[in-house]
């Protein structure tokens, strides 16, 4: 009877628990849903947002010069659009050059495309089997997808002039957006504080990986230039750009310099620059950069890989670009900004919570002797 009694006080919990569950993933659903739907205006405002948070300590320097609060955010203004016209620039420049490039490897790469042909066939591989993979290398895509790459850019450039509308907005409400964090962190403390966690988050993330990102990408040109790499501008542009794509980023850098160093120098060129990204890589973004970033980024390998694909899915090429900062906001938002929900940050992070050790007991004093009536001491 006890037991069932425990069964019958414990059910409500659980089923409570499991619709609270199916609930938030029906929400969630639905959310993501519109997200995806509305993808088009999330990606430049959420960028929008990303460059204003990485950009503020220089608005803080500022302000310590008592400039006008108007002038202050001019030039944050004006920070934001060199910063965004100087990357488009080269980032146009780069992929045009790469269009320009490609052409030129059609005969090399058709006839690699023939061999691997005659390779399967001698291992009797069907000819059907051959036709799918041999369409599938053919120049003439590789061509259409870099041409493709480039609308893309130029689209881009349409979206350019919202992002910096948004940009404009965004500037001169900073001012009046902190002042009302600071009053809204009396009421709500919890979600004011997660709020801050994630701009600090953002802010290191960002910052850092442009750094190293900028050095990778020098390192790579360099050393591109020096084997007599073609295009090395541009796979040193590449390399700068992927280093935002956590987890895989430095697959995309290295591969299209490698197959262009084997077309147009030998195995050998390919399997050096191969092992200069690889050592790059290694001593910069898995050993150096990981200890400048900390512990502010909290999140596991895992959990940063499938945010990955996910905002790739939801958002399109710019989610893949600020996976760590969308996933940032959904961890500030949906468990930092409730207590309750703070048990899941050790698995978000993959780090354990560090053991406390329980208070020392205090110390009991000895029991007193009583001395018998008539004795002295």
Same mark, same amino acid.
């Given at each position: 009877? *006890?037991?069932?009694?425990?069964?019958?006080?414990?059910?409500?919990?659980?089923?409570?628990?499991?619709?609270?569950?199916?609930?938030?993933?029906?929400?969630?659903?639905?959310?993501?849903?519109?997200?995806?739907?509305?993808?088009?205006?999330?990606?430049?405002?959420?960028?929008?947002?990303?460059?204003?948070?990485?950009?503020?300590?220089?608005?803080?320097?500022?302000?310590?010069?008592?400039?006008?609060?108007?002038?202050?955010?001019?030039?944050?203004?004006?920070?934001?659009?060199?910063?965004?016209?100087?990357?488009?620039?080269?980032?146009?420049?780069?992929?045009? &050059?790469?269009?320009?490039?490609?052409?030129?490897?059609?005969?090399?790469?058709?006839?690699?495309?023939?061999?691997?042909?005659?390779?399967?066939?001698?291992?009797?591989? *069907? &000819?059907?089997?051959?036709?799918?993979?041999?369409?599938?290398?053919?120049?003439?895509?590789?061509?259409?997808?870099?041409?493709?790459?480039? $609308?893309?850019?130029?689209?881009?450039?349409?979206?350019?002039?919202?992002?910096?509308?948004?940009?404009?907005?965004?500037?001169?409400?900073?001012?009046?957006?902190?002042?009302?964090? *600071?009053?809204?962190?009396?009421?709500?403390?919890?979600?004011?504080?997660?709020?801050?966690?994630?701009? =600090?988050?953002?802010?290191?993330?960002?910052?850092?990986?442009?750094?190293?990102?900028?050095?990778?990408?020098?390192?790579?040109?360099?050393?591109?230039?020096?084997?007599?790499?073609?295009?090395?501008?541009?796979?040193?542009?590449?390399?700068?750009?992927?280093?935002?794509?956590?987890?895989?980023?430095?697959?995309?850098?290295?591969?299209?310099?490698?197959?262009?160093?084997?077309?147009?120098? $030998?195995?050998?060129?390919?399997?050096?620059?191969?092992? @200069?990204?690889?050592?790059?890589?290694?001593?910069?973004?898995?050993?150096? &950069?990981?200890?400048?970033?900390?512990?502010?980024?909290?999140?596991?390998?895992?959990?940063?890989?499938? $945010?990955?694909?996910?905002?790739?899915?939801?958002?399109?090429? @710019?989610?893949?670009?600020?996976?760590?900062?969308? $996933?940032?906001?959904? *961890?500030?938002?949906? @468990?930092?900004?409730?207590?309750?929900?703070?048990?899941?940050?050790?698995?978000?992070?993959?780090?354990?919570?560090?053991?406390?050790?329980?208070?020392?007991?205090?110390?009991?004093?000895?029991?007193?002797?009583?001395?018998?009536?008539?004795?002295? =001491?």
């Amino acid at each position: 009877m *006890k037991h069932a009694a425990d069964t019958a006080s414990r059910g409500p919990q659980a089923r409570s628990f499991a619709a609270s569950l199916l609930l938030g993933v029906a929400t969630l659903t639905i959310a993501i849903a519109g997200m995806k739907a509305i993808a088009d205006i999330i990606g430049p405002v959420f960028m929008a947002l990303v460059i204003t948070i990485t950009l503020h300590p220089i608005r803080l320097r500022l302000e310590q010069g008592r400039l006008p609060g108007w002038v202050t955010s001019v030039l944050m203004l004006a920070a934001a659009v060199l910063l965004l016209a100087g990357f488009a620039v080269v980032l146009i420049v780069s992929v045009a &050059q790469l269009a320009a490039l490609l052409p030129t490897y059609a005969d090399q790469i058709r006839e690699g495309v023939a061999n691997v042909g005659n390779t399967l066939r001698g291992a009797g591989v *069907k &000819q059907g089997q051959i036709d799918a993979v041999t369409d599938a290398l053919d120049p003439g895509q590789i061509i259409d997808v870099a041409m493709s790459v480039l $609308s893309g850019t130029l689209g881009l450039l349409t979206d350019l002039f919202f992002l910096i509308t948004v940009l404009l907005f965004i500037a001169f409400d900073t001012d009046s957006t902190r002042h009302s964090m *600071k009053t809204l962190g009396g009421r709500f403390p919890d979600p004011v504080a997660a709020l801050d966690n994630f701009a =600090r988050g953002t802010r290191s993330y960002m910052a850092v990986s442009a750094s190293f990102g900028l050095v990778v990408a020098i390192i790579d040109g360099i050393a591109l230039h020096l084997l007599d790499v073609p295009g090395a501008f541009v796979w040193a542009v590449l390399a700068f750009v992927t280093n935002f794509i956590p987890n895989i980023g430095f697959i995309i850098g290295v591969v299209p310099p490698a197959l262009i160093a084997l077309l147009d120098g $030998s195995p050998g060129v390919m399997a050096t620059v191969i092992v @200069v990204y690889s050592v790059i890589n290694f001593v910069i973004q898995s050993v150096v &950069q990981p200890r400048v970033v900390g512990d502010s980024v909290g999140l596991s390998p895992t959990l940063t890989f499938l $945010s990955l694909v996910f905002w790739t899915w939801v958002i399109g090429p @710019v989610g893949a670009l600020l996976a760590v900062p969308f $996933s940032l906001l959904a *961890k500030s938002l949906l @468990v930092e900004a409730d207590p309750r929900g703070t048990w899941a940050l050790p698995l978000i992070s993959g780090r354990p919570e560090p053991e406390t050790e329980p208070p020392p007991e205090p110390e009991q004093a000895p029991p007193a002797t009583i001395q018998p009536e008539g004795t002295s =001491r």
